[in-house]
Nanobody
Framework: QVQLVESGGGSVQAGGSLRLSCAASGLTASNYCMAWFRQAPGKEREGVARIARGGGTYYADPVKGRFTISQDNARNTLYLQMNSLKPEDTAMYYC????????????????WGQGTQVTVSS
């Protein structure tokens, strides 16, 4: 059974940093597209960053240059390093897995974690 467990969220001031983790079990993460999405209250879920099976990384425009996605294959864990955080980054952050090619389309992902809350105050 596939399970994704996010951690590392919290409350920080603008300009601060957080590192999110997503521990995967029931699959070998390096064989899948792994991604981070976020959803703010009243808004649709949106892609933040993704890492393809070949290791290529992609970022949404609002986070380019501030967020870094990475993967520890030995620990089967996905990370999201978030620097220079802004109040508009406030959202629930979700880890997701897709068994085929990477995409920003929410509905194409096969498995989701429960989410971890990130709150950035000004």
């Amino acid at each position: 059974q596939v399970q994704l467990v996010e951690s590392g969220g919290g409350s920080v001031q603008a300009g601060g940093s957080l590192r999110l983790s997503c521990a995967a079990s029931g699959l070998t993460a390096s064989n899948y597209c792994m991604a981070w999405f976020r959803q703010a209250p009243g808004k649709e879920r949106e892609g933040v960053a993704r890492i393809a099976r070949g290791g290529g990384t992609y970022y949404a425009d609002p986070v380019k240059g501030r967020f870094t996605i990475s993967q520890d294959n030995a620990r089967n864990t996905l990370y999201l390093q978030m620097n220079s955080l802004k109040p508009e980054d406030t959202a629930m952050y979700y880890c997701a897995v897709r068994s085929t090619g990477c995409t920003w389309t929410v509905g194409y992902y096969n498995y989701w974690g429960q989410g971890t809350q990130v709150t950035v105050s000004s």
